[in-house]
T-cell receptor, first 111, second 114 residues
Framework: EDQVTQSPEALRLQEGESSSLNCSYTVSGLRGLFWYRQDPGKGPEFLFTLYSAGEEKEKERLKATLTKKESFLHITAPKPEDSATYLCAVQANQAGTALIFGKGTTLSVSS | DSGVTQTPKHLITATGQRVTLRCSPRSGDLSVYWYQQSLDQGLQFLIQYYNGEERAKGNILERFSAQQFPDLHSELNLSSLELGDSALYFC?????????????FGSGTRLTVV
């Protein structure tokens, strides 16, 4: 069964304290891995798509990497406005177009 | 504004009732997806439509149904509502049937069943 597990469930950081979020996946043929950001009461906002092991994408203080079994979202020198829930999702070749989401990591950054 | 419009934003209804949630996709997008988000389950895929036709089905209950109309807007119908159906319901859209480039989500409908 295709599955996505994110860790930790919650992460508290001080402003400027870099860290990484983990997304482990099991999928029968990976078509793509996606990272989304979700603010409370809002819909997920697309951040990155990764397609193959070794690929990296960057956007401001965020950098996503992909291996054959997991993805990391690295947050460098976070600011309070980076506080949100970060969701990882995979799309399998055989599953049509549905994205399978993990339960997310809730990040809190304090000043 | 993501370009995906969902109405209503909030809905409170009693058990046993039926409700309809509406979604207008982003201009030019042909695929519409429905997801349910609860605190313990996270985002769960319900169903996908592409240009008016059902393309994929996830963990959608028999009490739930959906359709996509010729103008591409979609409706999710939830009937015989139970307390456990209380959740955020999101609609997302994408240009292609494949969706490999990612979806654009709406801001959701919060359903509370009392």
């Amino acid at each position: 069964e295709d599955q996505v597990t994110q860790s930790p469930e919650a992460l508290r950081l001080q402003e400027g304290e870099s860290s990484s979020l983990n997304c482990s996946y099991t999928v029968s043929g990976l078509r793509g891995l996606f990272w989304y950001r979700q603010d409370p009461g809002k819909g997920p906002e697309f951040l990155f798509t990764l397609y193959s092991a070794g690929e990296e994408k960057e956007k401001e203080r965020l950098k996503a990497t992909l291996t054959k079994k997991e993805s990391f979202l690295h947050i460098t020198a976070p600011k309070p406005e980076d506080s949100a829930t970060y969701l990882c999702a995979v799309q399998a070749n055989q599953a049509g177009t549905a994205l399978i989401f993990g339960k997310g990591t809730t990040l809190s950054v304090s000043s | 504004d993501s370009g995906v419009t969902q109405t209503p934003k909030h809905l409170i209804t009693a058990t046993g009732q039926r409700v309809t949630l509406r979604c207008s996709p982003r201009s030019g997008d042909l695929s519409v997806y429905w997801y349910q988000q609860s605190l313990d389950q996270g985002l769960q895929f319900l169903i996908q439509y592409y240009n008016g036709e059902e393309r994929a089905k996830g963990n959608i209950l028999e009490r739930f149904s959906a359709q996509q109309f010729p103008d591409l807007h979609s409706e999710l119908n939830l009937s015989s509502l139970e307390l456990g159906d209380s959740a955020l319901y999101f609609c997302a859209s994408s240009v292609a049937q494949g969706g490999g480039e990612g979806y654009t989500f709406g801001s959701g409908t919060r359903l509370t069943v009392v």
